[in-house]
């Protein structure tokens, strides 16, 4: 009885070895490109951020469709729209921080 074994309906969910072998290894990429980028100076410095915030986009991005299934949901999608609240609370904070640093008076 909903033993530890007794996955139903929920096994169709789970990705294949195949699925988490190409999000690791687009993980990976996806990791050592901006290290790559900032160590050897291969951008200018405005290049080198845009290069380092596209492939932290796409590494969360990975991170959703390979490991935590985000594609695979069926019904409501709570999920993604959870996911998106929290994005959207994210960008404020983040955009609201910087704001605030750029327009404060003691630096």
Known sequence: MGGH???????????SLKEY????????????IPILAVMNGWFGKTTTVVVLL???VLQFAVQLLFFMHLREEEGPR??????IL???????????????MDHNKMY
């Open 5 to 15: 074994g007794n996955h139903g309906s929920h096994a169709k969910h789970h990705g």
């Open 21 to 32: 072998v190409i999000g690791f290894a687009l993980s990976i990429l996806l990791t050592i």
């Open 86 to 100: 929290g994005l959207i609370i994210v960008v404020v904070v983040v955009y609201g921080s910087i704001w605030i």
């Open 78 to 83: 709570y999920n993604l729209v959870t996911l």
């Open 54 to 56: 596209a492939t932290a």
